[in-house]
């Protein structure tokens, strides 16, 4: 990235470096937070859907501090599932014992509580990459333009 400046004058030279940064941070969070939101909307269409919840629990926050500008997607709540969905997971999980409510026994409608035992249940969750592949899919277009924003607040 080249970045040129052409300054006459001691008092323009300040002015400009003085203007530069927050024209520079200012250019580079809307471009940050725009692409963030693409982002987003790229991950939720790739997230995999049963219940929704997952979707409801997709989030975007930023910042535009004086020394550093960001903007993430997260997934707020149950983090641990959505890594376990966007990693893979195998192996064996330990369930504690708990209490049932069951609304049916085979085709027969009924309501009962029963008793569960503790016991191990067998992990096997394929790798679904809706977090992952989404922001690989867009590193060059990031680079871009934060580097045109860049060379924008350059120029201006």
């Known amino acids: 990235m080249t970045i040129a400046i052409t300054f006459?004058?001691?008092r323009a030279v300040a002015l400009k470096f003085e203007e530069f940064p927050v024209e520079a941070?200012?250019?580079l969070y809307d471009r940050i937070v725009a692409l963030?939101?693409?982002l987003q909307d790229r991950i939720v269409a790739a997230e995999p859907f049963r219940t929704g919840k997952l979707r409801s629990e997709t989030e975007l926050?930023?910042?535009n501090a004086e020394d550093h500008v960001s903007a993430t997607v997260r997934i707020a709540g149950e983090f641990g599932k959505a890594g376990a969905l966007e990693y893979g997971a195998h192996g064996t999980a330990q369930v504690s014992a708990h209490q049932a409510r069951l609304t049916h026994v085979f085709a027969r409608?009924?309501?009962m509580v029963v008793e569960v035992?503790?016991?191990a249940r067998h992990v096997n969750i394929a790798e679904h990459r809706f977090l992952r592949g989404p922001l690989a899919g867009m590193e060059g277009e990031i680079l871009t333009q934060l580097e045109g924003a860049l060379n924008e607040a350059a120029a201006s």
Do not use: I, L, P
């Open 8 to 10: 006459v004058g001691d």
């Open 25 to 27: 941070r200012q250019r």
């Open 36 to 38: 963030t939101r693409e």
């Open 61 to 63: 926050s930023s910042v």
């Open 109 to 111: 409608a009924t309501e």
């Open 117 to 119: 035992e503790a016991h």
